[in-house]
């Protein structure tokens, strides 16, 4: 029987995804990476993850701080490890010059660069591969990067906060506030987790949001406007570039005028189509694995029905505002019968004092 | 020391707590009452509970079978005893007949012609009597009647069932079925505990329901089809009488000529106006304590506006259902700001598979 059991390696995995989540909001367009080496013994000796995109990799810090320990000793990492040279050299080759017995990985790597040819290169030089530990937490963590390695576009998290009658808005508009203090200190936290947040122009101009993570995270995500007019007041918060970066997308037939009224410092991406799809196309080729979108309903039905969006997070208060003509979560989605409508298989629920926070899946 | 000690007192005003809800959505204009009595010795030699308007008071079951065991003995009683003839005779003149020592009630019985009068009578005879025990759960108990009692009107229960994003039919007015079946069957279930189940003209037009407790509680409740204009299908199911009452309500200023093309066999209700809150008064001189809202979003927010809603019950089913016009569970409250707003000061949350009900109180 091994030093180390099968039981263990589950604790040691574990540990590995933990040391992952540290770079979270960091990596992209990297994923979240973690390692552990044990010696021989079984002994812990040496810790690692990848902090952020150009960072050495989570191997590369685990096996420096394991030195010689790590010879005959079991390497466990939540990811495959690279065998291309990209901005590191490759992790394969600093692994069979370590001296480690054994390589223990969660998830094979989505990338076509590496996507089993480094286990491949390790197996071949002698070197024990286990792989599968723990591999839906390990794929759970890294939904984002393998989504986009998938599909070529960010993970989709659509957010809105909305009373127990499902409003988001008073009728004039007015929506400050409808959640509690503790709901939207977790929305800074969850924009901290992305790489990039998006409104509408409406969101701009009737909301004027800041849209920042209030420094829970460094840097900042990504602030995007996307709107077709350009119409935006050129004394918004968001143009405070100081803070955050800030990104204005556009169809490329508007007219690129109006942006020279607002003030210096932002981004310009300029689209094929004034399309989610396009605007996520466009944020995959800017390292985005993850965006958010805190937009008005018919930017959010847009973005549906474009498949832009993977996951959900609706925060429930406990508040009736009723309104006619009161904002909506979504728009028009054209469904003329119950068998159309989304099915959300799995959602959780938490709550925010009063609040509730239901997160679900629409996969 | 008693034999019977105040922690044994809480312990028997739960179990005569428990014999009163059996006789749930039987009893109005009644409250629901239990009693139970102990010997001298502390021994359970007797339990009642009141069984429906003009069947005998809970004393009386539990009396009749203490027989001479309740000499010396004490009776628990979730209400003060009556001490007045109505449908039957007074309880505290069978109490002081019965030889018992003390009487233990949970809550006074606000009806004027009670109204702390029983007890008094009791005292004045040497009876010791203990009031208030458990009485937050008694008052919950009889909220209902309580309420009715002193406003006048019937607790109301407005219901919706909608989808995570606030919708409660799609554009074309489909909404069969939003929630799932363990939802519906709860809501037969929550009908069976009121006395009246209130849709309006709308509701009848669109989605034919039976708005019964699908015999789930005999007598069923009231079915109310409260229309300003009487235009409703002549071949509507809630007409058929042979399972459950219906009354249609409508202003006195309506022709009532289009009642003669609906089958025979329904009840009519002339207000003096089409308000919600006459409704309301309607009902309750026709024996209602509680009522269940299960109508559009014009009449909610209408009956919410008049003060009519006590309590919500929302069935969430996790579906994104969209649409600009599609139906939401609460028409316009004028409101202009958030500090306007209802805020729905306590709630519950209840799964029934994969839907959520939130039940809230209003006041």
Same mark, same amino acid.
């Given at each position: 029987?091994?030093?180390?059991?099968?039981?263990?390696?589950?604790?040691?995995?574990?540990?590995?995804?933990? &040391? /992952?989540?540290?770079? %979270?909001?960091?990596?992209?367009?990297?994923?979240?990476?973690?390692?552990?080496?044990?010696?021989?013994?079984?002994?812990?000796?040496?810790?690692?993850?990848?902090?952020?995109?150009?960072?050495?990799? /989570?191997?590369?810090?685990?096996?420096?701080?394991?030195?010689? !320990?790590?010879?005959?000793?079991?390497?466990?990492? #939540?990811?495959?490890?690279?065998?291309?040279?990209?901005?590191?050299?490759?992790? $394969?080759?600093?692994?069979?010059?370590?001296?480690?017995?054994?390589?223990?990985?969660?998830?094979?790597?989505?990338?076509?660069?590496?996507?089993?040819?480094?286990?491949?290169? &390790?197996?071949?030089?002698?070197?024990?591969?286990?792989?599968?530990?723990?591999?839906?937490? /390990?794929?759970?963590?890294?939904?984002?990067?393998?989504?986009?390695?998938?599909?070529?576009?960010?993970?989709?998290?659509?957010?809105?906060?909305?009373?127990?009658?499902?409003? $988001?808005?008073?009728?004039?508009?007015?929506?400050?506030?409808?959640?509690? %203090?503790?709901?939207?200190?977790?929305?800074?936290?969850?924009?901290? #987790?992305?790489?990039?947040?998006?409104?509408?122009?409406?969101?701009?101009?009737?909301?004027?949001?800041?849209?920042?993570?209030?420094?829970?995270?460094?840097?900042?995500?990504?602030?995007?406007?996307?709107?077709?007019?350009?119409?935006?007041?050129?004394?918004?918060?968001?143009?405070?570039?100081?803070?955050?970066?800030?990104?204005?997308?556009?169809?490329?037939?508007?007219? !690129?005028?109006?942006? !020279?009224?607002?003030?210096?410092?932002?981004?310009?991406?300029?689209?094929?189509?004034?399309?989610?799809?396009?605007?996520?196309?466009?944020?995959?080729?800017?390292?985005?694995?993850?965006?958010?979108? %805190?937009?008005?309903?018919?930017?959010?039905?847009? /973005?549906?029905?474009?498949?832009?969006?993977?996951?959900?997070?609706?925060?429930?208060?406990?508040? &009736?505002?009723?309104?006619?003509?009161?904002?909506?979560?979504?728009? %028009?989605?054209?469904? $003329?019968?119950?068998?159309?409508?989304?099915?959300?298989?799995?959602?959780?629920?938490?709550?925010?004092?009063?609040?509730?926070? &239901?997160?679900?899946?629409?996969?």
């Amino acid at each position: 029987m091994d030093s180390v059991s099968d039981k263990s390696l589950e604790y040691w995995m574990h540990r590995a995804l933990q &040391l /992952a989540s540290l770079g %979270e909001g960091r990596t992209s367009p990297n994923p979240l990476v973690g390692a552990v080496v044990l010696n021989k013994r079984g002994n812990l000796v040496g810790e690692g993850f990848h902090a952020r995109a150009g960072a050495p990799h /989570a191997e590369v810090g685990a096996l420096e701080q394991a030195g010689k !320990e790590a010879i005959d000793g079991t390497l466990i990492v #939540t990811l495959e490890p690279c065998c291309h040279h990209g901005r590191t050299p490759p992790c $394969t080759e600093m692994i069979l010059a370590s001296g480690l017995k054994r390589v223990v990985v969660a998830l094979e790597d989505p990338d076509p660069r590496v996507s089993g040819s480094g286990l491949h290169r &390790l197996m071949q030089e002698g070197i024990e591969v286990v792989t599968g530990v723990l591999q839906e937490l /390990a794929a759970e963590q890294n939904k984002s990067f393998l989504h986009r390695v998938s599909t070529g576009r960010p993970w989709g998290i659509l957010k809105w906060g909305m009373s127990f009658d499902g409003r $988001t808005a008073l009728t004039n508009g007015v929506s400050k506030w409808i959640t509690n %203090e503790t709901s939207r200190d977790w929305v800074h936290s969850l924009r901290g #987790t992305v790489d990039a947040v998006i409104v509408g122009g409406g969101t701009v101009r009737t909301d004027d949001p800041l849209l920042t993570s209030r420094g829970k995270s460094t840097p900042e995500p990504i602030r995007v406007v996307f709107s077709r007019s350009l119409e935006l007041p050129s004394n918004a918060r968001v143009w405070d570039t100081s803070i955050a970066r800030t990104l204005i997308a556009f169809p490329k037939e508007t007219s !690129e005028d109006l942006l !020279e009224s607002f003030p210096e410092g932002f981004e310009k991406l300029s689209l094929p189509s004034c399309e989610p799809i396009q605007l996520l196309l466009g944020l995959a080729k800017k390292d985005c694995n993850s965006v958010l979108w %805190e937009c008005g309903p018919r930017l959010a039905s847009l /973005a549906i029905k474009q498949g832009c969006i993977q996951e959900l997070a609706i925060m429930m208060s406990p508040k &009736l505002m009723g309104g006619v003509l009161a904002a909506t979560p979504i728009a %028009e989605l054209g469904f $003329t019968s119950m068998s159309e409508v989304i099915k959300l298989s799995r959602y959780e629920l938490k709550a925010f004092d009063d609040d509730l926070l &239901l997160r679900a899946t629409l996969l």
